[in-house]
């Protein structure tokens, strides 16, 4: 089965032309503060850093959680993975 591109740029190309010249600042900010929000990335601490570290560390060596580990940790907030 062939997967077809969606083009988003063309669609929303043409949603802009169907919208007043007068709300296209409205637009452009509501574009901006979404930008913002899914690529705003918060500074770190040094505890943080060293924990994704470590991480890192032990996934690129193979060192995993189990299956069950996963699911257990995850069953206590009610979450079924």
């Not at 802009?16 to 509501?30: D, F, G, T």
């Not at 901006?32 to 505890?47: G, Q, R």
């Not at 032990?58 to 079924?80: C, I, L, P, R």
């Amino acid at each position: 089965m062939a997967v077809t591109a969606f083009d988003y740029t063309k669609v929303i190309t043409e949603d802009l032309k169907s919208i007043p010249e007068s709300y296209l600042p409205i637009v452009a900010n509501l574009v901006h503060t979404f930008k913002d929000s899914v690529t705003y990335m918060p500074p770190l601490s040094e505890s943080e850093r060293l924990a994704l570290d470590e991480g890192l560390r032990q996934a690129d060596n193979g060192e995993f959680e189990s299956s069950e580990a996963v699911t257990a940790f995850f069953k206590q907030w009610g979450v079924n993975a």
